[in-house]
């Protein structure tokens, strides 16, 4: 059976693939979309909507401590784990049709199976034996959450990832989160929010090494302040379950200058692995194309998104940069517009991408750390601008949760290559630094802005 013919077959139906497919047939491309779960991929299922909802939830349980500070007498609140994952649940079907009928009306055709490359001379894809083939192929498969090996961990298996955190029907009573990245830090500060008693084992002395030192050390301390109970130079050796069907995870840990240590951590109900993620590449026999990836397995792209396969290309997660949705669709999008509108120059700027953890409080970043400014333009041609305050908003509240903001300023005109902060409302005051930053602000441009006052926004234009 001959091949069936499109313009553009897009591999993947969540965010990048989605953004990419839509594009191309608002531009007029003949397009299909290769996907075998629910549209949205990562982000819209298991990933950054449904961990808003939850984060918000944990953010009402925070202003519930505060409330007796305000005025507000209320006793006896109860909160019951059941009605916001319904809410949350019912929440992403909608979106899940809501892609639907978006994919429908722009008359893309969804090819419901895993796709995979076959060896005929021009690329092309099979699916469920049926072959098609296009001469632009999107690779939008994203990735999914790494577990350790049994045979490296013994029992890593009974732990969950991302993923399962979604499926849990209870508040867990006791969660170990092993890992020291943002989906760790999130998750970690949620379920501890929320009245999980929560351990969160990092192999170094501090969470978000990636990121700004002082972000860094900062959040590490938040999160030991909301009461997460952090395991540092610390690794899991093997997980075991007990007949009541809790866990027991056997620890080290051997700070720098000590002796390891031995600990088991008891009836735990909730064993989740936030270490990393992997791409989604290994089923889609991508060498029979010639379509080369790396070490870990993400397929190698050049700035333009092309692989070394002419007429393939990757976005996303796959890719192994930038892992953030926003980063897929534009990628994506700006892809659509070169391939399909004849912008030769259509490509992403993969610099300045303003970034948001959910931490708590939240944590908001674009541009380069100290560090990493440090060593691109020399110590003596950077400055640094910070400040360390408590908001208002706790002004007259027990509970006391400090603002950190940082300014990185480079070269003599103090041009703002880095924004650091974490505090409340720090995630959306972001975004419209970050436009500033990404038109090349320098530190006379936020000094010449009025401050709004009182706000913990206003910060950041009277640094000195």
Known sequence: MAAVAYELLVLGGGSGGLAGARRAAELGARVALVEPRRLGGTCVNVGCVPKKVMWNTAVHAEFIHDHADYGFETPGVKFNWRTIKEKRDAYVRRLNEIYESNVKKAHIDVIRGYGKFTDDPEPTIEVDGRKYTAPHILIATGGRPAVPPDSEIPGASLGITSDGFFDLEELPRRSVIVGAGYIAVEIAGILSTLGSKSSL?????????????????????????????????????????????????????????????????????????????????EQLCLDRAGVQVDAKGHVVVDEYQNTT????????????????????????????????????????????????????????????????????????????????????????????????????????????????????????????????????????????????????????????
Not at 223 to 249: A, Y
Not at 400 to 411: E, N, P, S
């Open 201 to 281: 084992l990092i192999r170094r002395d501090k969470v978000l090494r990636n990121f700004d030192s002082m972000i860094s050390s900062n959040c590490t301390q938040e999160l030991e302040n909301t009461g997460v109970d952090v395991w540092k130079h610390t690794q899991v050796k093997t997980v075991t379950k007990s007949p009541q069907g809790l866990l027991e995870v056997t620890v080290s840990s051997s700070a720098p200058g000590h002796k390891p240590k031995e600990d088991v951590i008891r009836d735990v109900d909730c064993l989740l692995w936030a270490v990393g993620r992997e791409p989604s590449t």
């Open 309 to 464: 396969r002419k007429g393939v290309y990757a976005v996303g997660d796959v890719c192994g940069r930038a892992l953030l949705t926003p980063v897929a669709i534009a990628a994506a999008r700006k892809l659509a517009h070169r391939l399909f509108e004849g912008k030769q120059d259509s490509r992403l700027d993969y610099c300045n991408i303003p970034t948001v953890v959910f931490s708590h409080p939240p944590i908001g970043t674009v541009g380069l750390t100290e560090e990493e400014a440090v060593a691109a333009h020399g110590r003596d041609n950077v400055k640094i601008y910070s400040t360390s305050f408590t908001p208002l908003y706790h002004a007259v509240t027990q509970r006391k949760v400090k603002c950190v903001m940082k300014l990185v300023c480079a070269g003599k005109e103090e041009k703002v290559v880095g924004l650091h902060m974490q505090g409340l409302g720090c995630d959306e005051m972001l975004q419209g630094f970050a436009v500033a930053i990404k038109m090349g602000a320098t530190k006379a441009d936020l000094d010449n802005t009025v401050a709004i006052h009182p706000t913990s926004a206003e910060e950041l234009v009277t640094l000195r």
